[in-house]
């Protein structure tokens, strides 16, 4: 009779590693090509968004139009130069292969890229786990999460935002400070700040990190380019009418968007009538302010003093929850800034908490929109935008309570990068 010993699966771990690692590029590559495809035919059962359509595309068209993108509607778009240049030159791109582009075939193209964008920084996620461990699931796990995570893969597609095509710039910069590349790293990181402000203080803290690591002399190259690049794209614009209103002023009134101040809706629909809060702009913007300055100030000293048991990752990292948390106007698509660098820290089991209140947030975000379909109509209705805006907070702080954590379970690094063991989950 035929032998079926041949057909019995193998339980060596040695193997299935073995073997997981020879499928993982595969795996990563079918996925990537999966979620494309998916993302394709989602994006025709919707425009992308007031965000894409009455702002990013019309601002990017008056760029290419020769004209000043912030000389009308200052809210739309408040975003530095380069980013309306990297959409404008997108709908250029797009254009050649169009004949006619219009408004909806505009945003499609832009949301397509978008989806090439994501597959890239998952694809960087992956590299840089891989060069750290031999369990290729710590690696592919990770990068699939960010890939398949219906927050960051699907709901972006009917509310897109430009915020993604600055997410490759800025894992491949974390990527190059892993690979200890600091000048290229820092000047990628340099770029994404301009490209979005969220990274504005994980930039100095590099810098400190670095100077404390290496020391200032070989620092100084990186140093000089960064400040260049940031006053170019930061500093240099505001001579730009309409610019500083339209960046400034966004975040310092309390009619930016409607989830500001929602905690002091929230007080407001608990306290009696007579104790109702209504502080005025000025105080509301030195609380932003105060409390944005105490946590950096922590975070600066724990990098000034722990910078030896710190990694690049962790330092990037703290320096994104540090702009993310205290931030008065939040979307769960802010919170993906500081979710890369979290991911590429190859921790599985801090990646699914993290990950789970990031998709939790993008729901009640959901529900929030459409409280019909909520399972609790009545909370969501009420309270939707405070509790979104709870848990994008509590993902950062719990973001930073695990880098925290982590600087009392391991030794000085000595300015190596971390590498992570086969088996590590933690």
């Not at 710039?169 to 700040?193: D, N, P, S, V």
């Not at 100084?220 to 960064?226: D, E, G, K, V, W």
């Not at 048991?309 to 979307?331: K, Q």
């Not at 954590?405 to 190596?416: D, E, T, V, Y």
Request: glycine share 6%.
């Amino acid at each position: 009779m035929f032998s079926l010993g041949s057909l019995k699966l193998s339980r060596d771990p040695a193997r299935i590693n073995l073997l997981l690692n020879q499928a993982s590029p595969i795996i990563l590559t079918s996925l990537m090509s999966l979620v494309i495809f998916h993302g394709y035919l989602l994006i025709q059962q919707s425009n992308g968004g007031s965000d894409l359509v009455s702002a990013d595309i019309p601002k990017s068209l008056i760029l290419l139009n020769g004209q000043n993108p912030y000389s009308t509607q200052p809210w739309a778009s408040p975003y530095p130069p380069l980013l309306l240049l990297t959409v404008s030159g997108i709908i250029r791109l797009t254009g050649l292969f169009a004949s006619q582009p219009s408004l909806n075939l505009i945003s499609q193209q832009i949301r397509l890229l978008g989806l090439f964008a994501d597959a890239a920084v998952a694809l960087i996620i992956y590299l840089s786990l891989r060069s750290r461990t031999s369990d290729a699931l710590q690696a592919l796990i990770p990068a699939s999460l960010f890939l398949a995570l219906p927050a960051i893969s699907t709901s972006p597609l009917y509310f897109f935002h430009s915020d993604t095509f600055a997410y490759p710039i800025l894992a491949l910069a974390t990527l190059t400070l892993i690979q200890q590349r600091y000048f290229i790293g820092t000047t990628l990181l340099a770029t994404a700040t301009i490209l979005k402000i969220h990274p504005i203080l994980a930039l100095p803290l590099v810098m400190i990190w670095l100077i404390r690591t290496r020391g200032l002399r070989k620092t100084l190259p990186s140093l000089a380019t960064s400040t260049i690049i940031t006053t170019l794209g930061l500093i240099l614009p505001l001579t730009i009418p309409g610019y500083q209103q339209s960046t400034i002023g966004f975040n310092l009134t309390n009619q930016g968007n409607g989830t500001t101040l929602t905690m002091i809706g929230l007080l407001n629909t608990i306290l009696p009538l007579t104790l109702q809060l209504t502080p005025p702009e000025f105080f509301t913007n030195q609380i932003w302010i105060a409390t944005t300055a105490a946590l950096y100030t922590v975070i600066v000293g724990t990098v000034w003093t722990k910078a030896r048991n710190l990694s690049s990752i962790d330092v990037v990292l703290l320096g994104l929850v540090a702009w993310l948390i205290p931030l008065r106007i939040v979307y769960a698509h802010y919170i993906i800034w500081a979710i890369i660098p979290f991911l590429m820290r190859g921790r599985l089991r801090q990646t699914i908490v993290i990950t789970g209140l990031l998709q939790f947030a993008d729901t009640l975000a959901y529900w929030s929109s459409a409280p019909n379909i909520s399972p609790i109509p009545s909370i969501v209705a009420s309270y939707g935008p405070v509790l979104t805006s709870l848990v994008i907070r509590i993902i950062g702080t719990t973001g930073l309570v695990f880098v925290l954590n982590s600087l009392r379970k391991n030794p000085a690094q000595l300015c190596q990068e971390p590498s992570l063991q086969h088996g590590t989950v933690l």
